[in-house]
C-alpha cells in the first residue's frame, strides 16, 4: 500500500492529517464529497451569518478528535490495533453522511420513516461493497456490535467525539461563547475501565461545562426561535408541494433527484432509491424554492418568497402550553387580512413542541473513574451540578404565526 499523507488546513484545530489511503479514498468519494453543499446548522446562518460550515466540516473535525483521542487511551496501554483504529476513524467520518438536505430540518418531511442513522449504515455497506470489506470493522463498531464497546462509545454516546466537535465548531462559527468546551482536557482524561468508557476524576468541572454549554447551545442557536421559523417555513412548502403534487398540479423541482423524492409515494425498500439520495444536497431544495416562487399556488409561491426574502413565521417559545383562544384570534385576524380559507391557514398559523434533555442517565452514562478504581454517574457525585438542574427535560411550547 502506497504511503500517504494528506493536510487539511481547519479553521477550529489548524491541521488535520490524512495518514491512510482508504481514508483517503472515502473522502475523494462522491457520497462523502456531498457533504460540502449541506449545511451544518441548517437556517442558523439566517440569525448568526458566520454559520455557513459544511457536515463535511464537521465530519473532518470529528475525525480530527477521534485521533487524538485513539492516541490519548493507546498512550495509557489501552490495547487498540491498527485496524480497530482505522474502523473508528471511518466510522466517525461516515457517521453523518446520511444526511438530506438541510440535515434535522428535512429528515422526517422528506423521506418520512428513514433517519439518517439508517441511510449513513445503508451508505457504509455500499462503501464497503465497493471497497471489498475493508470497511467492516467500522460497520461493527457504528453498529455496537465489535466486542470493545469503548470504541462505538467515541462514536456515538454521551460523551463521544462527534459531540465534542459540534459544539465547539458551531460555537466558533456561530460567535456564541457559551458553547466553547474544554475538549482537549476532556480528552486527555478519557480512560477505559472494563471495556467502557470512562472519564478520570480530574476532568469533573470540564464534563459538567460541556453539559451546560450543550443546554445552552440548544436553546440560545439549535432551537432559537428564528431558526425554528424558518425550518418550519421549509417544512410547510414541502407539505404544500406534496399537496399540490397530490391533486395532479404541476410542481416541478429544480433536479431529477429532488422531484423524485416529491412526487415518491409507495414505499419502497431505501437501498433501491440511495443512488438518487446521494444526489440531493441543500442547493437542490434552494434552487427549487427560487423556482417555486414564482409558482400560480398563492400559498406556495408566498411561503417560498418570504423564506428568500427572510420574512419568516413570528415565533413565540413559552414554557407553558400555547392558549387556545389566542389561535383562535390570530387564525380570525390572518384570515381576515389575508384573505385566506380554513385550509391555507393551516399554513400560515400553527402551534407545536421543543424538548431538550442536556443528560439522561436512562441513556448513555458519563462514568467517572475514581482514583481508588470505583466508577460513579457524573449524576451521582457530590456537589455535582447535573444531579440538581440538568438531567429533566426541558419542554417549550410554540406558535408561529405568518407577518403579513
Known sequence: MVPVRKIINDPVYGFITIDHPLILQIISHPYYQRLRNIHQMAFAHLV???????R???SLGAYHLMC???????????????AEELGAKIAILLHDVGHGPFSHALEEELIPGAHHETISLLILHKLNKEMNGQLSTAIDIFTNKYPKKFLHQLV???????????????SFFTGVAEGVIGYDRIIKMLAVKDGNLVVEEKAIYSIEKFLVSRRLMYWQVYLHKTVVGAEMMLVRIIRRARQLIARGEKVPAASTA???FLHLQAQQEFEHYLDTFCQLDDHDVMATIKNWALHPDKILSLLCRSLIDRRLYKVRLQAEPIDEQLVINL???LRQ???????????????GEAANTTYNPADERINILYKDGTVKDISTVDNALIQQNLSRTVKKYY???YRW
Open 48 to 54: 448568526y451569518p458566520g454559520a455557513m460550515h459544511s
Open 399 to 401: 406558535i408561529c404565526c
Open 56 to 58: 463535511l466540516h464537521h
Open 68 to 82: 487524538i483521542a485513539l492516541t490519548e487511551l493507546k498512550s495509557k496501554g489501552i490495547p487498540v490495533t491498527e
Open 337 to 351: 387580512r389575508m384573505d385566506l380559507d380554513d385550509e391555507a391557514l393551516d399554513y400560515f398559523i400553527f402551534t
Open 156 to 170: 456515538s454516546g454521551q460523551l463521544d467525539v462527534d459531540r465534542m466537535d459540534y459544539l465547539n465548531r458551531d
Open 331 to 333: 387564525r380570525e385576524d
Open 258 to 260: 429532488f422531484d423524485f
